[in-house]
C-alpha cells in the first residue's frame, strides 16, 4: 500500500523558469517529510525537509510547501538549472509510531533542459 | 553531508548462493542504520531497521531468515541475502543515521545484485 505518491513520473522544464513537484501522502500520522534526489545507480542525496507544523521551508533554491489538510506537499526549485535534472523522491515519516523509518514515494524525473 | 559507503557496489551471484552487503558510516557513529530496495522505476522500499547491537526490524512481507542483518557496530551494518534466487535481484542501498533530525539520515551509493 503505497502511503506516498508521486502521481507524475516526470516533468520537463527549460532552465531558468520554475520546477513544481508534487506529492500526496494518506498517512495522517506523518508529521516529517524530506525531499531527496537521485541520480541512477546512486543513493539518494538529502534536500530538503519540513515539520508538520510548519507550512513552508526555504532553503536557496529549493522550496517546500506543506497542506496539511490536503495532505500535499510540494517542491519548487527556482530557477531550475541544467544539473538539476534527476529524480525527485519524496518521503515521510511517522516518528512517534516508526521512529526515523522513511517511506518514499515513487519518483519524478526531472529533465532541465537548457 | 555525512559519508556513507556500501560494499560492493555491484555482485553477481548464482542462484543458491550466498551474498553480503557491507553498509559503513564513516564520519560518523550511526546508532540506526536502514536497509532498502529499490526495483526498476519503483519507490525505495525499507525492508528492516537496525539499531546497534540489537535485532532488526523488519518489515511486513520481508523474510528475517531470508535477509540476515547485523549491526554489530556504531558504524557497520551487513545485509546478507541467503540462498540467492533470481527475484532477489535489485538494487539495495542502506542508509545511516546518527543524532538529530530525521534528515539527517545519509544514504549509501546502493548495491546492485544479479542473480542468475
Known amino acids: 500500500d503505497q502511503q506516498v505518491k508521486q502521481n507524475s513520473p516526470s516533468l520537463s522544464v527549460q532552465e531558468g523558469r520554475i520546477s513544481i513537484l508534487n506529492c500526496d501522502y494518506t498517512?495522517?500520522?506523518?508529521?516529517?517529510f524530506l525531499w531527496y534526489k537521485k541520480y541512477p545507480a546512486e543513493g539518494p542525496t538529502f534536500l530538503i525537509s519540513?515539520?508538520?507544523?510548519?507550512d513552508k521551508n526555504e532553503d536557496g533554491r529549493f522550496t517546500v510547501f506543506l497542506n496539511k489538510s490536503a495532505k500535499h506537499l510540494s517542491l519548487h526549485i527556482v530557477p531550475s538549472q541544467p544539473g538539476d535534472s534527476a529524480v525527485y523522491f519524496c518521503?515521510?515519516?511517522?516518528?512517534?509510531?516508526?521512529?526515523?523509518?522513511?517511506?518514499f514515494g515513487k519518483g519524478t524525473s526531472l529533465l532541465v533542459t537548457p | 553531508g555525512a559519508v556513507v559507503s556500501q560494499h560492493p557496489s555491484r555482485v553477481i551471484c548464482k542462484s543458491g548462493t550466498s551474498v553480503k552487503i557491507e553498509c559503513r558510516s564513516l564520519?560518523?557513529?550511526?546508532?540506526?542504520m536502514f536497509w532498502y530496495r529499490q526495483f526498476p522505476k519503483q519507490s525505495l522500499m525499507l525492508m528492516a531497521t537496525?539499531?546497534?547491537?540489537?535485532?532488526?526490524?523488519?518489515e511486513q512481507g520481508v523474510e528475517k531468515d531470508k535477509f540476515l542483518i547485523n549491526h554489530a557496530s556504531l558504524t557497520l551494518s551487513t545485509l546478507t541475502v541467503t540462498s540467492a534466487h533470481p527475484e532477489d535481484s535489485s538494487f539495495y542501498i542502506c542508509?545511516?543515521?546518527?543524532?538529530?533530525?530525521?534528515?539527517?539520515?545519509?544514504f549509501g551509493p546502493g548495491t546492485r545484485l544479479t542473480v542468475t
Open positions: 542508509s545511516a543515521k546518527g543524532g538529530g533530525s530525521v534528515g539527517e539520515q545519509y
Open positions: 498517512n495522517s500520522m506523518f508529521d516529517y
Open positions: 519540513i515539520s508538520s507544523i510548519k
Open positions: 518521503a515521510a515519516s511517522d516518528r512517534s509510531n516508526s521512529g526515523y523509518a522513511l517511506n
Open positions: 564520519d560518523f557513529q550511526a546508532t540506526t
Open positions: 537496525s539499531n546497534e547491537g540489537s535485532k532488526a526490524t523488519y
